[in-house]
Every structure is written in C-alpha cells, then in structure tokens.
C-alpha cells in the first residue's frame, strides 16, 4: 500500500477506538460481575476442551488493571502424569511479533533508530531482486507483512540454515507483488528486525527483549528462545501434540530460534497476564512508560489491508468492516469495537492474544493441539461477555466452520494421493535415481538408497524426510516425518538423453531441483 494512502487511511480509522469506547461502556457488563464472567468462562473452557479434543490449555483474562484470571486445564502430556497449571510453559510462537515490534519502538524512542531508516543502513548486506526495492525497504516495512516477497518458511524449517543464510537468500526469491502493495504472512522478515535490534542496541535480540522487557515486567519464568528455555531445565512444560490418523499424538517440540523475533518466545499463563496489563496501560508498569505515546500508537495504527484470502476464516462468522495489521498485530473490528490481536502456531501448539484496548479487556490463551482453533472461540467469549452483549455459541459455529474446511482439505487431499487408473510403470530403475539435487533458494533434496527403496531428505528436520513409493511414470509419492502431513508427489523430470536431470516438487517449488554430480 502506498504510504499516503497508508496515512488517510489511518485518519479514517483513527476515531474508531474512541467512538466504539463511549458505545461500548454503555453496554458493558456492570460492575461487580466479574466473578460471574469467570464462572461462566471456566463452565465454557471445560466444555469446549472436551468438544475439540485439546489435551491441556491455560488462559489469562486481564481487565483494566486487574488480573481476573489465571488458569490452567488438562494435562500437559497424553499418557504422563502432570497437570496444566498458571505456570506452565509453552511457546508463544509468533505473538513474539508485538514484542519484536516493541523492542523496535522502544529504539525508535531511545534515538538510536527511525521507523524510515533504509533497512540496508543496518544490514548493509541486505538485498532483495529488484536494486530499486532494496534500497526502498524500511525498517517499519520488516513489520507490515507487505514487503512484495512470497512466504519463505520452507527456509527455517529445513531446520539446517542461519538466519544469515536465510537472508542471503531473499534476493533470489522472485517478487509476489509490488512493495507496500499486497500482503503475504512473512516470518522472515521479522527475524530481519531482530536483527536489526541486535545491531541498534549493540546486544542480542533475547538479551534486550529480557533487560527492557521482561525484566520491567517482572516477567521471571518468559525466555526469549527454545534454547534458553530448555537450558532451564524447567519440568513444568507442556508437550506438544498433533491428530495423526484419527489419533491424538504427542510430537517433539521445533525450535524457530534460527528466526527468534519472529516467534521463539516460551512463557506461562501468569507472565502473559502481566504482558496484557502492560499493553491495556499503554505500554506502562507501575506508572512508569516504557514506550512513548507515539511509539504506543505507532504498534496499533493500521499500516497494510488484509485481503479476505490473508485473513482468518473466523471473519465469515464475525463479518468485519475492515481487516489490517498494525506491527505485530491483525486489526478488526467486532460489535463496533476496535480489536486487536494475535494467534502463535508451531506444529502441536497454538496461542492467541486479543485486546478490547477501549474496553481494557485482554484474553491470552495457550493450547497444545496442533490448530484447536478453539482458541478463536475463547477469545469472542471473552469479549462477548466484557461487552455484555448475547453471547453467540463460538464452540459450535467454530467447530462447524473449522470442521467443514477440514473436510474439503481432507477431500482434496484424499484425492490427490489416488493413482492415475491406470499405473505406467518408471523408466528409469530406482538406483539411477540416488543422488542430491539443488535449488539456489531452497537448497539441497538428497535421495537416498535404502535397500530396493528410496528415502528422500530436505535438510535436517525429520518433518521433511521419508519414503518414496512409486506412483506412475516418473513420479513418486513422498510420505514425510510421522505422516502428520499428507503426502507430496516429486517427479523425476529427464533430459533428452533420458538421464534424470531434475527432481520437480509442487509443493515446494515448480521450476524444481537441478541434479548435481
């Protein structure tokens, strides 16, 4: 988007809050229920735990500058013994973005960056495609998901790069759409700005995130990456899970902390509380400011639209106005009032953050169940019943929503993994097929010969390794990890010698990957 509609957009939005805040208190729950929204919470949360499977959970509901609850429910592993408390550790996945965009701001305000700066005056060695976008790019830009690039996760998963790599090679990626004109979710750009804290500050990102944030905060049991995290040694930590075959799993835990400031922060129910608070007081701790007014308003103003196909399906339930995203936030609106919020999701984990900044309500909520998106559910519960308006049933419409796109996924999925009706056999034996193949973004695919079978690897993340049956002609069906993921066709592609000169993969990228001796 460009920035002077960026700027009159903003003034369009800008007495949103405020109206809504003059509307919305006078409906608002009266004073003195607080303990009736708890009960009528806990009654919720139990129910819905039940109705979409999801082994443990813990929340935070903070309003105004009271702490209404802290709670944890369910057990932190299948089949252990140990149950969710207030203290439990999870992952916070990518609600570390408002914290990463903070941080910026807090530098911003100590003069030691500008939201404008040009991105490469910090990383000089920063290049994307086009000379002129590079040297265009902002800081604030890292921020805004609207930076022109596709989404480049396959780079962090592979789980075998630097974040130095994985920067080195956003200059090969080829543009999605022109800078500040579109949107596409991109974690890469975040671990960019932590970067670029980093090297402002002169510490690094999770040492600053814990001398000017968490340590403020009094937040004691929040660590900054995966690393730390474990290095604790701390045992009340929650197991990640996933439905793998109708069966609800227990995985391993992936750590992002190769691109930490865009989603490697670990905390428990009661430090998140004290991070609502702190955001629902504008960015103040016992009276003190950690961020200015401006800064403050800066994180929450709009800066890019989301198109209906970049937002979440939750709006063909809530049916908002307008979608946009702030810095590290995704903006609506809901019954008329401002929201803002945030979901986290790793494989087997989930998060969400929700602010009625007007209303002084905010909700934090963890789950360990890949995609339970009960936690949209509990976050319109929570503001349903600060708002005192009827509350609509979001366990059922949610599940119905969720489980009907689960269905069509299902479907089409099914389909895709059928054989041709007809099945040709390869033309070229198995063990003419080893080798390794290369892409200059995605990197190295090993093929290897297992026997009479053929085992295919991208990196080092076992997500990303598996067998490869036979499917027709040249092409093979490739079963990755655990089966948690359907399975992909690779199709070894041959030159006019007929001699296997490439390895074409959809799913990952269509001009495929070139054999190498």
Do not use: C
């Not at 990626?173 to 004109?181: D, E, F, K, Q, V």
């Not at 980093?198 to 944030?213: E, K, N, P, T, V």
């Not at 099945?423 to 892409?439: E, F, I, N, Q, W």
């Not at 041959?494 to 799913?507: F, H, N």
Request: glycine share 10%.
């Amino acid at each position: 988007m460009h920035r002077t509609t960026v700027r009159l957009f903003v003034a369009l939005l800008a007495g949103i809050p405020a109206a809504a805040s003059g509307q919305g208190r006078s409906n608002a729950a009266p004073a003195g229920t607080d303990a009736a929204i708890v009960r009528e919470l806990d009654a919720f949360i139990r129910q819905g735990m039940k109705d979409w499977e999801v082994p443990g959970l813990s929340i935070a509901v903070v309003h105004r500058d009271s702490v209404l609850l802290t709670r944890g429910y369910g057990v932190r592993r299948l089949g252990a013994p140990g149950a969710v408390n207030e203290q439990t550790l999870f992952g916070i996945m990518s609600t570390t973005k408002a914290m990463t965009s903070l941080a910026v701001a807090m530098l911003v305000d100590d003069g030691r960056l500008d939201w404008n700066d040009p991105v490469t005056k910090w990383v000089p060695e920063f290049q994307l495609p086009d000379p002129y976008v590079t040297r265009d790019v902002r800081v604030v830009d890292l921020l805004t998901h609207n930076i022109g690039l596709p989404n480049a996760d396959l780079l962090w998963s592979r789980g075998d790069l630097g974040a130095d790599e994985i920067f080195r090679r956003m200059r090969l990626l080829t543009p999605a759409y022109p800078l500040r004109g579109g949107f596409v979710y991109h974690n890469v750009m975040y671990g960019l700005a932590g970067e670029i804290v980093a090297r402002a500050s002169g510490m690094r990102y999770g040492d600053f995130l814990r001398q000017r944030i968490f340590g403020p905060l009094g937040m004691t049991r929040t660590y900054p990456s995966y690393e730390r995290m474990a290095a604790a040694g701390d045992s009340n930590l929650s197991s990640p899970h996933f439905r793998i075959h109708d069966s609800i799993r227990p995985i391993e835990d992936e750590s992002v902390d190769a691109l930490a400031s865009a989603g490697a922060v670990w905390s428990n129910a009661t430090d998140m509380a004290t991070w609502v608070r702190f955001l629902l007081d504008s960015a103040r701790v016992g009276g003190r400011r950690l961020l200015s007014d401006s800064g403050y308003r800066m994180l929450f103003a709009p800066h890019a639209l989301i198109p209906a196909d970049e937002f979440y399906p939750t709006s063909e339930l809530t049916r908002p106005h307008w979608t946009t995203y702030g810095l590290g936030w995704f903006e609506q609106d809901y019954r008329g009032h401002f929201v803002a919020f945030h979901t986290g999701s790793l494989d087997g984990r989930t998060a969400i953050i929700g602010l009625l900044p007007d209303e002084g309500v905010g909700v934090y909520v963890f789950g360990n169940l890949d995609h339970a998106e009960f936690r949209h559910a509990v976050m319109l519960k929570v503001f349903d019943l600060f708002l005192g308006r009827p509350s609509r049933d979001w366990n059922r419409e949610l599940l119905a929503l969720y489980g009907a796109r689960r269905a069509r996924q299902d479907s089409a999925e099914a389909a895709a993994s059928l054989p041709p009706a007809s099945v040709a056999p390869a033309t070229l034996p198995v063990a003419s097929l080893a080798g390794r193949y290369v892409h200059p973004i995605w990197g190295d695919v090993v093929v290897e010969l297992e026997g009479d079978a053929l085992i295919f690897h991208l990196g080092t993340s076992p997500r990303l390794r598996g067998p490869m049956a036979h499917w027709n002609l040249d092409t093979y069906q490739i079963t990755l990890g655990d089966e948690r993921t359907a399975p992909i066709l690779a199709q070894f592609v041959l030159d006019p010698t007929g001699q296997v000169e490439a390895l074409r993969i959809p799913d990952f990228d269509e001009a495929g990957f070139r054999r190498v001796p």
